[in-house]
């Protein structure tokens, strides 16, 4: 089953609602060692023309309560940690982050057990010619604060951080 396409130059993506590989550590060998030419439809592939491409580029990933922002951007930061980190503390700062942020920034809603309840900005920094990470800076914007203060509807629950208290 096919979760992404391309429309024009925009990749498109319908989440599944079970695990189908997408972000495997197989599928992200593939998608790292093709070089040029044209690839079939997924996160990586677009990851990867950019990186090949050079130069500034930014990737908007949006949509809907439950639509897997959170886990494409997991796997957006794991696939550039692993494939293209300029040393190995880089790397584990990137992939260990992801944790902390959704510690703070998740709760679970009706919808979702790991809802992001907060908008962030990513920027990933790279040296060189060769796309090495050197780093990342990230701004969150519009955390929901009724979430730490307030009645939250049944079935939901504040931050996750708090329960790890």
Do not use: C
Request: aromatic residues 10%.
């Amino acid at each position: 089953r096919e979760i992404y396409t391309w429309v024009g130059s925009v990749l498109v993506s319908v989440n599944p609602y079970r695990d189908v590989g997408a972000f495997a550590e197989e599928t992200a060998a593939r998608y790292a060692s093709t070089l040029g030419g044209a690839q079939a439809p997924h996160l990586f592939s677009l990851v990867k023309a950019a990186l090949d491409e050079g130069g500034r580029h930014a990737l908007l990933i949006t949509g809907e309560s439950g639509a897997g922002k959170t886990e494409a951007t997991r796997a957006v930061l794991h696939f550039l940690a692993r494939r293209h980190a300029a040393a190995d503390h880089v790397r584990d700062r990137l992939l260990r982050s992801t944790p902390v942020l959704e510690a703070f920034g998740n709760a679970q809603t009706r919808q979702n057990a790991n809802s992001s309840r907060f908008g962030k900005f990513i920027e990933v920094h790279f040296a060189g010619d060769h796309a090495a990470v050197t780093g990342a800076t990230l701004q969150p914007y519009m955390l929901e604060a009724s979430r730490v203060a307030g009645d939250l509807p049944e079935g939901e629950r504040t931050y996750h951080v708090f329960y790890l208290l």
